[in-house]
């Protein structure tokens, strides 16, 4: 499967950005999908996933209450909307697909897309 995410961009804190990550190849619903970011200087790190099938999403803590993963299959396409967004968000934001059925670590991830950046000024 190949992933491709857009959407980011500068945003003041406070304000919302909604990513997208288009899916081509094998059937998108078939896996577990997520969102991953990573910082200058820091490790990439786990921001949200939603399972195959149902729909079943985790979140990191960090996020937790103010951004929302979600995914339309018949548009291959799995979005992460970000709302009250703060300085410490800005990062590349990284989509992934997984062959497991939900995944949160980064290794259980298989396919990567290019990344998109998201900046935050205060």
């Known amino acids: 499967v190949q992933l491709q995410a857009f959407g980011g961009g500068l945003v003041q804190a406070g304000g919302s950005l909604r990513l997208s990550c288009a899916a081509s190849g094998r059937t998108f619903s078939s896996y577990g999908m997520g969102w991953f970011r990573q910082a200058p200087g820091k490790e990439r790190e786990f921001v949200a996933a939603i399972s195959r099938g149902i729909g079943t999403t985790y979140y990191a803590d960090s996020v937790k209450g103010r951004f929302t993963i979600s995914n339309d299959n018949a548009a291959n396409t799995v979005y992460l909307q970000m709302n009250s967004l703060k300085p410490e968000d800005a990062a590349v934001y990284y989509c992934?697909?997984?062959?497991?059925?939900?995944?949160?670590?980064?290794?259980?991830?298989?396919?990567w897309g290019q990344g998109t950046q998201v900046t935050v000024s205060s």
């Open positions: 992934a697909a997984s062959r497991r059925g939900m995944a949160i670590k980064l290794p259980e991830y298989h396919y």
